[in-house]
């Protein structure tokens, strides 16, 4: 059980890089006159199961530090991190959910999703940073 938070969380992250890739498919086409295919829901598929996992390894990952651990600040730290992602995870999901109902020309609204899930993949990698001196630490 202890393991299982990590990998799904590792796995669920470089996963959000290929999301990350097919985003920027589209800023070149729309933005940089590159021609090209923007995998629409390809990115939408895997952009809702990514957030719906990370969600859920949030989850997952407190159930298992209250049942195996007490809170140290290590723990603290990477909880934190954790509780910061849930509105950045909120508004990935609720724009995306937007946009791919309604589709139309936009502007500000796919500027805000995407400079939302460029700082939420940051706080993935400082989760990532927090988590591996727990591995670490804690269950190797």
Request: without cysteine; aromatic residues 16%; proline residues 3%.
């Amino acid at each position: 059980m202890l393991w299982l938070h990590p990998v799904i969380q590792l796995l669920a992250t470089m996963m959000a890089f290929y999301v990350l890739f097919l985003a920027w498919q589209k800023v070149k086409i729309l933005h940089l006159g590159q021609k090209g295919k923007f995998e629409w829901r390809k990115h939408v598929f895997w952009g809702r199961i990514i957030i719906i996992v990370w969600f859920g390894g949030l989850v997952l990952g407190r159930v298992a530090v209250h049942s195996h651990w007490d809170m140290s600040p290590l723990f603290l730290t990477h909880s934190q991190g954790a509780m910061i992602m849930v509105p950045f995870m909120l508004i990935a999901y609720v724009t995306g959910s937007v946009m791919d109902r309604k589709r139309q020309k936009r502007f500000w609204l796919p500027v805000v999703h995407g400079v939302n899930n460029i700082i939420m993949l940051g706080l993935a990698l400082y989760q990532f940073y927090t988590g591996y001196f727990i591995v670490v630490n804690f269950i190797l």
